[in-house]
Structures are given as structure tokens and as C-alpha cells.
């Protein structure tokens, strides 16, 4: 008897768990920030090692915007992949970071350990990379 309840205890634990790791993969959710705490974004490509950084309000309103607008559906581990196209960092006052994220397609983001698809638009790749390459 005290063991059936043991095997039954540790089933309920694991299929809470594995309906928490589900759920949390099917809810679409936004990576980035209000453009209002962006000071300054860093573009830095992984292809050509150029980099813009971007001070211009109007500017970080626009990127910030547009990444704002899309909402992404994680779809997988990213731990242990090496290589990225743009890493994208935004910083408040005083350079502080206050994010940091990597694009590596028009639909494909890296963002604390998962890789994340635009579900609604598509990111607009070639704008971000056309920044850093001008």
C-alpha cells in the first residue's frame, strides 16, 4: 500500500511537471522591452564582426517597436549552439543592459535558452542587418 501511494504521488508530480514544461511552450510571448528604458542598442553581426550602435530615439523607437509587435512561440532548447547572425542588446541609463537577444533569420530568435518563432509577422532580418552592414 505505501508503496503504490509512492508510484502515485511521483506520476501526479510528473505529469504536473511535464503540463507546466507544455503549457509553457504553447503560449506565444513577447521577448523585448518598452522603447521608453532604451537608451542604446548594440547590433553586433556573428557573419561580417560589424556593429552599429544605435543612439538615435527615433531610431531605437522604431526597432523597439517593431520587435514589440511581434509575438514569439518558443520552439526549442538552444543550450550548447555556438554561432549567431545579429546579437541584439539593449541598454538603459548608465549602460545598463536590459536585454540581450540573438537573431539569427527572419524567423528564428535565441532568447535565455530557447529558440523562439515570430507567430503573427515576420521580423524584419534584412532592416536589422542592413543597420549594422551601413
Known amino acids: ?17 511535464i503540463g507546466i514544461l507544455s503549457i509553457n511552450f504553447i503560449i506565444p510571448t513577447k521577448i523585448t522591452t518598452t522603447d521608453e ?29 517593431k520587435l514589440n509587435d511581434i509575438r514569439f512561440l518558443k520552439t526549442g532548447v538552444s543550450i550548447g549552439y555556438m554561432g549567431y547572425s545579429l546579437n541584439i542588446t539593449y541598454y538603459g541609463h548608465n549602460d ?18 530557447f529558440f523562439y518563432a515570430p507567430q503573427n509577422t515576420s521580423l524584419d532580418y534584412e532592416y536589422l542587418v542592413n543597420l549594422v552592414d551601413n
Request: no cysteine.
Open 37 to 65: 528604458t532604451i537608451k542604446k542598442i548594440t547590433i553586433f553581426s556573428g557573419n561580417t564582426g560589424n556593429q552599429a550602435i544605435i543612439t538615435d530615439q527615433q531610431e531605437i523607437q522604431n526597432i523597439a517597436t
Open 1 to 17: 500500500m505505501n508503496k503504490k501511494r509512492l508510484i502515485t504521488i511521483i506520476l501526479f508530480v510528473l505529469i504536473i511537471f
Open 96 to 113: 545598463k543592459e536590459i536585454k540581450n537577444f540573438i537573431v539569427n533569420s527572419e524567423d528564428m530568435v535565441r532568447y535565455r535558452g
